[in-house]
């Protein structure tokens, strides 16, 4: 196969800054889209995925690709906006040829190898395939080494070697998995809604690895980002008291719409794995019907007394892992201070807290005008109270006057858009984007 570009290697793509013929930015290289025609063993590079604002993952086709650089990807500057989605026939060499076990035939005899990069180059059909493969030795024999790949491997222990990839089989018919663990490095970087929609888009049993490879707290993040059906699979296919700790840590309205779409016979073997404090909110949260006050509202809002301070308020609506809709306000309460607390007396919006003295009571700064919505409030009275006094948050009382939690904006929006909002919200194309045909 003769050649006509100098070979590049797929660790140095990723993060490349995509440019317009004028220069300007386009997006960011994210991954390298790779398909094998026929019976070949080779990879055939088709196209990129890049990143463009708003954190939406398109396709770029090498043919739109005009030069790679050490320092950018020129392109055509047409690019088709809608959502990448991969197909069947495609591979994805960050997220799937990395870290995926091979055979590479030697000059002595075949040895067992790790794949650690992939170098591509144009041929003479001015396609874009794989040439070479960097590979970390199973038995930690002595290899070539690649300056182009050190910074990639310098971590991690082993003896490598830099082979032409007809000496490889093996990245084709998977034998074994990229481990999530390189996957989730990929995607650190990205917002949780985002990633979601990484997670979405693998296959069931791909799905599962990641799952497990996440922590709890992200897990929870995740899963609450996730349609229902994606949401179920991972929670089923994880051992009981892992998927009680995951409930634990969503949100408590999240983890009680999950647990209602359970099977009744799980769902209460996970809430009796919880421990009894977190379970009780999600058994009180799961006797509402789901277009009422109470089937929307989370039981854990921001609650102080009403002789707490406005310096102890902010310290407690700047905690990082609060929801920006429920940091708006805090809510005043007698106590006790959990859900259901003693009588609400009102809230204060965060606005509101940074304008008074820090040593000023939050009781002198309520805001008398916002009532309380009722648990058994219908989801039509919930929208227009947020949309007739431009709300983010309302306060859920019972018959006693008793606060049982909050309704946010979000949780509004969740339950009015469309089932497969998750899944279409990025198949909008912006007026002004260049549209040159689908994939």
Not at 107 to 136: C, G, H, L
Not at 231 to 255: F, H, N, T
Not at 277 to 292: F, G
Request: proline share 6%; with cysteine.
């Amino acid at each position: 196969m003769q050649l006509v570009s100098t070979r590049i290697f797929v660790s140095r793509i990723a993060g490349l800054t995509v440019l317009d013929p004028l220069g300007d930015r386009v997006g960011t290289v994210r991954d390298v889209v790779t398909t094998f025609a026929g019976t070949s063993t080779t990879p055939r590079v088709i196209g990129l995925v890049i990143e463009v604002p708003g954190k939406r993952r398109v396709f770029l086709p090498m043919t739109r690709v005009t030069t790679v650089d050490p320092g950018a990807v020129i392109s055509t500057g047409l690019v088709n906006m809608r959502r990448f989605e991969q197909r069947a026939t495609e591979t994805l060499v960050l997220t799937e040829l990395f870290d995926r076990p091979v055979k590479v035939s030697g000059e002595d005899e075949p040895y067992e190898a790790t794949v650690e990069d992939i170098a591509i180059a144009q041929n003479s059909r001015r396609d874009w395939v794989a040439v070479k493969v960097f590979v970390r030795r199973s038995d930690g024999s002595v290899g070539a080494t690649s300056r182009a790949v050190s910074r990639l491997t310098r971590r991690r222990p082993g003896r490598t070697a830099l082979v032409d990839v007809s000496q490889v089989t093996g990245m084709r018919y998977q034998t074994g998995a990229q481990s999530a663990q390189r996957l989730l490095e990929n995607y650190d970087d990205m917002r949780v809604a985002d990633f979601a929609e990484v997670i979405h888009d693998l296959n069931p049993k791909r799905r599962a690895e990641v799952a497990a490879a996440l922590d709890d707290s992200r897990l929870a993040d995740v899963l609450e980002e996730l349609p229902e059906e994606d949401q179920i699979e991972i929670i089923a296919g994880l051992k009981s008291e892992r998927a009680a700790d995951v409930l634990e840590a969503m949100e408590p309205d999240d983890a009680a719409d999950l647990l209602a779409d359970l099977p009744p016979e799980q769902a209460e073997k996970l809430l009796q794995l919880m421990e009894p404090d977190e379970a009780a909110p999600l058994r009180r949260l799961m006797t509402y019907d789901e277009n009422t006050a109470g089937g929307l509202m989370t039981t854990e809002p921001v609650i102080l007394g009403p002789e707490a301070t406005i310096a102890e308020a902010l310290a407690m609506v700047r905690r990082e892992e609060l929801d920006p809709a429920l940091a708006s306000a805090i809510f005043v309460c007698r106590p006790p201070l959990e859900t259901p607390t003693g009588r609400f007396i009102g809230l204060v919006h965060t606005q509101r807290l940074l304008r008074e003295p820090p040593h000023t009571s939050v009781g002198m700064a309520v805001d008398t005008t916002i009532e309380a919505i009722s648990v058994d409030a219908r989801l039509e009275q919930l929208t227009r109270t947020l949309a007739t006094y431009n709300l983010v948050v309302l306060p859920v009382v019972d018959d006693d006057g008793r606060l049982l939690g909050a309704v946010s904006v979000d949780d509004v929006l969740d339950h009015i858009l469309p089932d497969d909002w998750r899944e279409e919200r990025h198949d909008v194309r912006l007026p002004s984007t260049p549209r040159a045909g689908g994939r």
